[in-house]
């Protein structure tokens, strides 16, 4: 029998963690939950893994907590995935809890709603097919968003179109998606999981200190500086960590000629 988790961990440093249930639309139960976590605290002890892609197999990317499993079971809200938050502990949806600590993309097609919309927002990128729903479907139900969803949408689109999904659950598509900055880009059916390694193969080729230091910056202005003056003490320190180990040695390379007038198309690896 298959794993309801896929992970290929490619030689280039990609990871992609695929959540394979296409009969339940990829919806998570508590084993696929696990397997989910630990598939994501691999990526994160592997120094040889530098990006992750999240994904669905099939037509789905995750339809939510598993709620056929929900009324055919008795429901232990006291369960393994159900303990209150302590640091990285596992939530509901496995991962929901983590700040990871390497880029992750989500390569979205189908639908991402109720708890897949949460799992999905663990990424910095989104990659969207065509035919995306994004949704609080859960809304419906009186199943609470408890995996992040009322902290981190906000955080990625603004409170007020938060506060319109959250307490409406209509369905966002594809052009509104990248409209609210849900989306990073749209892209034609079938096609989200490569379009996303295009993008992780462009970021394994910058300089990764850096680029994981600014990244890590974000994350602690959004979510955990207590003022403006924190969050710019906090850029400042840790960028200037950078500096020695890859800034003197990339002005270096631009001063010999290298990536002028805006090319990319030169590998910046240090």
């Known amino acids: 029998m298959a794993s309801s988790v896929l992970v290929d961990i490619e030689p280039s440093g990609i990871t992609v963690v695929a959540i394979n249930r296409p009969q339940r639309k990829n919806a998570v139960d508590p084993s696929t939950a696990k397997r989910l976590y630990e598939a994501i605290l691999a990526f994160e002890a592997d120094a040889r893994q530098k990006v992750c892609i999240l994904t669905g197999v099939g037509d789905t990317f995750c339809a939510g907590a598993d709620l056929h499993q929900v009324t055919q079971t008795d429901h232990d809200t006291h369960g ?24 992750v993309l989500c390569a979205v097609a189908g639908y991402a709603v109720a708890g897949g919309l949460e799992l999905s927002l663990l990424a910095d990128l989104h990659v969207v097919e065509e035919d995306v729903v994004f949704g609080v479907f859960c809304r419906r139900w009186g199943v609470p968003l408890i995996d992040g969803g009322t902290v981190r949408l906000q955080a990625i689109i603004g409170l007020g179109r938060a506060m319109d ?9 594809a052009e509104e998606a990248f409209a609210m900055g849900l989306a990073n880009r749209i892209v034609p059916k079938g096609e989200s999981l490569r379009h996303a390694r295009e993008i992780a193969h462009q970021l394994i080729a910058f300089p990764g200190r850096c680029l994981n230091t600014d990244r890590r910056s974000c994350h602690y202005s959004a979510f955990e500086a207590s003022s403006f003056q924190d969050a710019m003490a906090w850029e400042f320190e840790a960028g200037r960590e950078v500096i020695q180990a890859e800034a003197i040695a990339g002005a270096k390379k631009f001063s010999q000629g290298l990536g002028r007038h805006g090319n990319f198309g030169t590998t910046n690896k240090l």
């Not at 995935?81 to 809890?97: A, H, L, Y």
């Not at 999904?165 to 598509?173: H, N």
């Open 80 to 103: 393994e995935n159900m303990q209150p938050v302590k640091g990285r502990n596992p939530g509901p949806m496995g991962p929901s809890r983590l700040m990871v600590q390497k880029p």
């Open 165 to 173: 999904m959250i307490l409406t659950g209509r369905p966002v598509k």
